[in-house]
């Protein structure tokens, strides 16, 4: 099981996406999990750059207020089997 969790503060500048995009790929992750993400939208064709066109599901909480800026959670069908996801101010849970 590969994974990666990041404190992202931010999607929008290209070299961590580039980076996140370039190390699902090459390390065939199968998980992401990114906090504070600070974005309240992701479309269809950024997720699927970012796992590596892999079949990931995807679950995030949108950014509210100061204190949580978005998590953003997949996880990859072909290894995992989702059942729900559960989530709360601060977490994410599946």
Known sequence: MRGILWK???LSDLAKYRCLSHLS???KLD???L????KKDFSKAVLNNICGEQEYIW???KPHGRSSRGILLGINL???DIGS???GGFYVKC
Not at 35 to 38: I, N
């Open 25 to 27: 790929k090459e390390e």
């Open 59 to 61: 679950h995030r909480i």
């Open 78 to 80: 072909e290894v995992f």
């Open 85 to 87: 996801f559960d989530e």
């Open 8 to 10: 992202s503060r931010g």
């Open 35 to 38: 906090l504070e993400t600070g």
């Open 31 to 33: 998980f992401i999990v």
